[in-house]
């Protein structure tokens, strides 16, 4: 499979070459610049509601990173797509793996990752998790734990971990497209600022003691967000040259993509530019963990339409994908560039509302926008996809979760079965 890919990858470089682009490719991916015909011939082959995940795009962003920060340690933060394939693309681009549970860093292990490329970010730990990380640790003594409470170091020590330890900051500023996605501001995150010196200190006592960590939360992208950065950045700065004789300082990730078909790209050139400016002189390396913008343009979700009902102020195209194949726009208000694959430029437009078959109100994709007006059997493809869309789908309504192919065609994760949703429960196969 490994081979399909890298096969794969050569024609990629060549038709970039051909193209001008350099290894980043463009600094964006539109959902207009997906191959119809492509997506139509894997809908075709592989049923919907379908994840399409574009692995030379997953590399192209990695590389575009590590251009734009070429001193810095890059990580990819895992939880917005953890599939095994995607995993492989990021581990061969040379990105670390950031996670935030002991089953990421189980997955990441699996997909190749060494202990010195891992980051254990351990948010109120379960006690399994820390469990079976410490036991991870004795095979793999580089591996990082990032912590952000006293409490878990404690917890940590109680199991006789010694090991690098990273101490997660709550810088007290926030960024984010949403509130439930500002993670800076929350208490629930780090140790409060102004006792992070005093934890680094203390921890210094029985752990080695290799950065310290804040993260703002989701969505870095206009001139009040990339401000919050610099504040955030900065108040890091400060603080690894309080503390002193750290490898990295790690500012997170929240590198924004552009979900509406207008917004511009993100400026990771200035994003950069504006984190080493503010964090100063540090003799520490500068670390950074994006998880969105590694993947969110490299995936599509395709879902057919099933049902078109005219209504007076817009026409309701009811799809098989729903809230559980992708919850963003339910759980976010988040918008996604939506494409009618068999609409020609000539079909009539006028308001649409994309709706799933799950009995909730949020379940839908977008409401009265302005789209062809879709026929029954229309094939449509939603955008930005790639980055929390599989990882959140659930089996709500006991839908079972869709399947996921790459571009190539090779299936990443086969359909899941009403069985495979029923086993766990009295009578089911698991019994
Ligand atoms: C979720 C998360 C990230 C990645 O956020 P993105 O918005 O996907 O870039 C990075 N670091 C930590 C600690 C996170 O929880």
Redesign the pocket.
Known sequence: MSGDRSADTAAHAAAHVASGDDAGGPAVRRLAAWDAGRLSDLAADHGTPLYVTDLDRVHENCARLRAAFPDAEV?Y?V??HTGRAVLEAVRDAGLDA?C?AAGEVRRALDAGFDGDRLHY?A?NPPARDLDAVVDWWADESDLTV?VGARDTLDRLAERGFDGRVCV?VNPGVGA?HHEK?R?GAAAK?GVPYDRAAAVVDDARDDFDVVGV?A?A????HGEEDLAAHRELVARMGELAREVGDLEYV?V?????VPYREGDPALDLDAVAEATREALGEVDARLAV??????V?DAGVLLTEVNTVKPTPDTTVAGVDAGMTDLLRPAMYDAYHAIRDLDASPDRETGPVTVAGPICETSDMFCDGRELPIPDRGDLLAIGNAG??GYEMASTYNSRPRPAEVSLAGEVLRERETLAGVTRLERGGDAE
């Open positions: 990580r933060a939880k917005a950031e935030a970010t948010v990032t997660r984010g996605v993670t995150f960590h993260h939360g989701s969505g870095i790690d997170g990730g929240g590198f924004g963990e994006p998880g969105r913008y590694v969110a980055a929390y």
